[in-house]
């Protein structure tokens, strides 16, 4: 069964940091792309970082550029998404998914992920 899980979430004060996880299990990541999105309250889905399946392209949403940094092993078949200067804008359920549609690594557009994880649950708050 192919399924991803997201972890490493928790609550943090603002300026802190968290490297969230996204482990695939039942399958290998070696030959995705991946992405992380995410959904604040009250707030639609939206694309936070992807990457390519075999790390050579990434891209960042606006308001992670110099904050977050995706990366991979794909020997641990894992993506993980390192969050510095945490903001309380960045408060909201994190998703990994994988790339189900086109073949763009550099575009990050959540319509053409699929097999979401349940998400991680990240607070920034003094």
């Known amino acids: 069964q192919l399924q991803l899980v997201e972890s490493g979430g928790g609550s943090v004060q603002p300026g802190g940091s968290l490297r969230l996880s996204c482990a695939a299990s039942?399958?290998?990541?070696?030959?995705?792309?991946i992405g992380w999105f995410r959904q604040a309250p009250g707030k639609e889905r939206e694309g936070v970082s992807c990457i390519s399946s075999i790390g050579d392209i990434t891209t960042y949403a606006d308001s992670g550029k110099g904050r977050f940094t995706i990366s991979r092993d794909n020997a641990k078949n894992t993506v993980y998404l390192q969050m510095n200067s945490l903001k309380p804008e960045d408060t909201a359920v994190y998703y990994c998914?994988?790339?189900?549609?086109?073949?763009?690594?550099?575009?990050?557009?959540?319509?053409?992920?699929?097999?979401w994880g349940q998400g991680t649950q990240v607070t920034v708050s003094s």
């Open positions: 039942g399958f290998t990541l070696d030959y995705d792309d």
């Open positions: 998914a994988i790339r189900v549609e086109g073949s763009d690594a550099s575009m990050c557009r959540q319509e053409e992920y699929g097999y």
